[in-house]
């Protein structure tokens, strides 16, 4: 996988990404604001921080983000189901999506 940011050829399916996702040990809220995709999610201490997530890759039903400035990786499921998100130490935490937000373009 290509370490920097490419433009997609196909468009992002931004409605089925929206939402909250929860684990055993992480929450996160994926919202769309300014015609960009941002994650809120807890990070040191429990403190919540709130960031872009970039396209990187869209590929067999899955849509793949990474952030700018930390390195962290975003799977989405383009289902709506489930995130695979891998943090900056390398480990993968699967959460489930709890609900869907209405978004107006």
């Known amino acids: 996988m290509p370490e920097r940011f490419s433009p997609l050829r196909e468009p992002t399916p931004w409605r089925n990404l ?3 996702y929860k684990s055993n040990e992480l929450y996160s ?3 769309w604001e300014n015609n ?3 994650v809120t999610m807890p990070k040191k201490y429990g403190a919540l921080y ?3 997530i970039k396209p990187f890759t869209l590929a067999d039903g899955k ?3 990474k952030s700018e400035f930390v390195y962290e990786v975003f799977t989405f499921d383009l289902k709506g189901h489930f ?3 891998v943090d900056v130490y390398g480990k993968t935490h699967i959460l489930k ?3 869907a937000q209405k ?3």
């Open 36 to 38: 960009k995709l941002f």
């Open 83 to 85: 995130l695979e998100f």
């Open 63 to 65: 849509a793949i983000f």
């Open 97 to 99: 999506k709890q609900t």
């Open 50 to 52: 709130k960031y872009e």
């Open 18 to 20: 929206i939402g909250e």
């Open 29 to 31: 809220s994926v919202h």
């Open 103 to 105: 978004v107006r373009f």
